[in-house]
């Protein structure tokens, strides 16, 4: 069994900055990849970014990239997302999710995680 918690989701202006955080803990050797999904109001869960937890490799959707950056620190088995030039359409549910199947593709989306952190709020206002 791997634990997930985040933090760090609050409320921001449009343009400003927020850091989330995912601390892992339980069988964290099992883990193959991490990565962040979010869920806006009235919408289905949406791809953020991944990290693959030995190499570090990065994959984001494209409604991020250049503006989040997806990062992890092995020693206290935490992964970060640091999100910048926040938008209204930002606004969601932040959801951190591992993997420990070696099947995992980062390419995969939303598909393949098999542990769920609790998810942390973002609010972007206009």
């Known amino acids: 069994q791997v634990q997930l918690v985040e933090s760090g989701g609050g409320l921001v202006q449009t343009g400003g900055s927020l850091r989330l955080s995912c601390a892992a803990s339980g069988r964290t050797d099992d883990m193959i990849g991490v990565g962040w999904v979010r869920q806006a109001p009235g919408k289905e869960r949406e791809f953020a970014a991944a990290i693959i937890w030995s190499t570090g490799g990065t994959y984001y959707a494209d409604s991020v990239k250049g503006r989040f950056t997806i990062s992890r620190d092995n020693a206290k088995k935490t992964v970060y997302l640091q999100m910048t030039s926040l938008k209204p359409e930002d606004t969601a549910v932040y959801y951190c999710?591992?993997?420990?199947?070696?099947?995992?593709?980062?390419?995969?989306?939303?598909?393949?995680?098999?542990?769920w952190g609790q998810g942390t709020q973002v609010t972007v206002s206009s």
């Open positions: 999710a591992a993997t420990t199947s070696a099947g995992w593709i980062i390419y995969q989306g939303i598909k393949g995680y098999n542990y």
